[in-house]
Structures are given as structure tokens and as C-alpha cells.
């Protein structure tokens, strides 16, 4: 049961954080780690988000302008390897797409934000030990290699003087670690797991310009990044025959996350320092149920929730908190491989994209949603 729910239920927990906390997309489970025997697995999501708002007023515009959808369709890919070296040490190679953002606001649809645009693709590697007890009781820890890049875009009349900014942004790679622990009493397919993840720092190679500010190619420099920590509480249990019950917690601490790129600081000086990010420190949850239905075919369902915080937010992240359904499927064809596949419906919470010192509500976003599908194929050996 452990093995065969367990398909479907990483799935599910996997598209829950299609939309999660701040800039977060893979979630950095560390499940294939727990995996029973050697295993190889890959996965593919895809995240297709509508979201829209209209204008309020600015100066001589009345307001009412329609944004048009500011989010671009994304796909999620990832990998895992888990290799026994014998009863008690095991190691595993995990490889996900841990941030992102794909914001991009149609020129001539909204007057204050039209042309805004901040894409951030990062992708990680991460190779994490493990050492079992004779108890349950197994520790688990490693190393992350993570490369993050981006391109930011600032245009609408909300922006004042920083109307036409551009940064650019160049990969970095830097190293983080993780650490953690797990509790398991297989006859019951209980599993209990608590892993924290630290924060890394990038110093990101910056091209910033804006007409009037900067000579013509723009002004050069670097800028320090830092992704944050976070916290992973990852659990599930058998709680009655063929059935799993399975669920995550995730926190994330996005306060450690601040872009201050030197034109865009100097630019408010009385203000300094500035940030192109301003994202809360976030918790979300997900909670789930697991079926086997028969020897080869098996199914979940599962919720998930981030709470909505301040109403206030980044043009650059124009949603407060969501809450999601989502179904899975898992197939076996034979002993070693396993098909799986998952769809999630998620409901965006409504927020007001925010620009000025002190903050001023720039548009109103409402009624936006999101749908994730994704699908693995798992081989054990």
C-alpha cells in the first residue's frame, strides 16, 4: 500500500504548489528519498493561471481599464534517483524548478500597469543522505545547488519616475543545505517527515535601465539575492485497509528575499532601501485521501490552502492566498513501473497590486483561478 498509494499522493502534493507561497513552485519536497528499494522517477506539470484586474483611478484617468490576463502559462519538469547502499544508508539525486514567476502585463490594457513584466526561472540539484535506525527513526540531510536568473520590466503610469525601468538579471549558481528527520512504521504506512531547508545567496550579474537615469546601455552591477528558508512537514498514514490518508506543511520565510538593484535604490532615496520584492512570510497546507482500488489502479483526492494576508500586494505578484482541489490516478503496469497522473483546480485570492511610498492600490484583481495538470512515471529496481 505505502508504495503503490504513495504514486498518486506525491503527485497531488507535488500540483498543490503549483500556486503556493510567494514565488514558490516545486514545493522541494524531498519524498523519493523514502522510496522502498532503488528507484528512478520523472515528472511534468503544467500550470495554466488566469488572472486579471482593472484599473483605479490615476491622475487624469477615470480607471476601469481591463489588464487583460497578466500570467503566462508555465510547465514544471523534475527527476529523482534513490539508490540503497544497504539496509540503513541510502542516498538520493533530486532535480526541480524550485521558484519561477511568468508575469506579464498586455501593452494597452491596463494604463497604470501595461507593459510590467518579471519573469524569474531558477532550476536545483539537490544530493541528500540518509541513515535509518533500527527504530523508525532516520536523519536525512545534503546539499542544493541552485541557479536562479531574471528579467523585470516596470511601465505603466503607477510607476512615476521608474515608468520604463528595465533590469536584467544573469544566472548565478550558489550551494544551500538541508537537514532533517522522519518517523516510519511501515505495517501501518505511517511516515512522518520534517526537513529544513536553508537560504541561499545569489549575487546575480545586473544590467539596469532607464531613460534619463542611465547612459545608453544601462548601468552594470551586482546584485545579492537570497532565496529563503523554508520548513517541510511531510506526512501520511494508513487508516484503514487500502486507504492512505497524506499531507504537507509547508513555511516559507520570503521577509529574507529582497532585490535591491543600485539604479532602482538610488532612484528613492528617501525610501532606500528598496526592493522589486516585497513578499510575506508564507505557510501553506495541503491534506489528502488515497484509495487502492485494485491491484494495478489506485486514486487521491486532496485540498490545499494558503492564507490570504495583506490585501496590498506586489504588481509583480497580484494574488492574496488561494485554496485548491485536485484529483490523481496511479497505474501499475508491472511490479517496477508505475504511471500516474493529476489534475488541481486552484480558486486566487483577491488583492490590489500596489505601487508608491506609501502604498498606493493601483488596480483591484478578483475572480482569478489557476489549473494544474501533471503526470510521473516511477521505476523501481
Known amino acids: 500500500m505505502n508504495k503503490f498509494l504513495g504514486a498518486t499522493a506525491a503527485l497531488l502534493l507535488t500540483t498543490t ?44 484617468f477615470p480607471g476601469g481599464n481591463d489588464s487583460g490576463n497578466v500570467t503566462e502559462d508555465y510547465s514544471q519538469i523534475g527527476g529523482a534517483f534513490k539508490y540503497d547502499f544497504n539496509s540503513n544508508v541510502s542516498m538520493s539525486l533530486i532535480v526541480d524548478q524550485p521558484y519561477g514567476s511568468d508575469v506579464s502585463y498586455p501593452v494597452g490594457g491596463s494604463v497604470n500597469l501595461g507593459g510590467t513584466r518579471a519573469i524569474v526561472d531558477s532550476s536545483a540539484i539537490s544530493l541528500i543522505g540518509r541513515y535509518k535506525l533500527d527504530n523508525g527513526v532516520s536523519f536525512h540531510g545534503g546539499l542544493r545547488y541552485q541557479e536562479i536568473s531574471a528579467d523585470v520590466n516596470l511601465q505603466g503610469f503607477a510607476y512615476g519616475g521608474l515608468n520604463g525601468y528595465q533590469a536584467t538579471f544573469g544566472t548565478d549558481g550558489a550551494t544551500g543545505y538541508l537537514v532533517g528527520a522522519a518517523y516510519e512504521k511501515p505495517e501501518i504506512a505511517l511516515r512522518v517527515s520534517l526537513t529544513y531547508l536553508s537560504s541561499i545567496d545569489h549575487d546575480l550579474p545586473t544590467n539596469e ?116 482541489a485536485g484529483i490523481g490516478i496511479a497505474y501499475k503496469i508491472n511490479d517496477q513501473v508505475t504511471i500516474s497522473g493529476g489534475a488541481r483546480y486552484i480558486w486566487l485570492g483577491d488583492a490590489m497590486p500596489e505601487t508608491g511610498t506609501p502604498d498606493v492600490a493601483r488596480a483591484d484583481f478578483t475572480g482569478n483561478d489557476a489549473v494544474a495538470i501533471g503526470m510521473k512515471i516511477a521505476y523501481h529496481f
Not at 514558490?24 to 522510496?35: K, L, N, T, V, Y
Open 17 to 60: 504548489t503549483a500556486s503556493a507561497v510567494g514565488l514558490d513552485r516545486s514545493g522541494q519536497s524531498i519524498a523519493p528519498i523514502f522510496e522502498a528499494g532503488n528507484y528512478f522517477e520523472l515528472t511534468y506539470g503544467r500550470i495554466m493561471p488566469d488572472v486579471s484586474g482593472t484599473d483605479r483611478p490615476i491622475g487624469p
Open 209 to 324: 535601465q532607464l531613460a534619463g537615469v542611465t547612459p545608453a546601455g544601462g548601468v552594470n552591477s551586482t546584485t545579492r539575492v537570497t532565496t529563503p528558508e523554508a520548513w517541510n512537514l511531510e506526512f501520511q498514514s494508513g487508516v484503514a485497509a487500502n486507504t492512505l490518508v497524506f499531507g504537507s506543511i509547508r513555511y516559507v520565510q520570503y521577509e529574507q528575499t529582497r532585490v535591491e538593484p543600485q539604479i532602482f535604490d538610488a532612484v528613492q532615496p528617501l525610501t532606500r532601501p528598496n526592493s522589486l520584492t516585497e513578499i510575506e512570510n508564507g505557510t501553506s497546507y495541503a491534506l489528502g485521501v488515497g484509495r487502492k482500488f485494485s491491484d494495478q489502479l489506485s486514486g487521491s483526492f486532496s485540498v490545499g490552502y494558503e492564507a490570504p494576508k495583506d490585501d496590498l500586494v506586489s504588481p509583480l505578484s497580484p494574488t492574496n492566498g488561494n485554496y485548491s
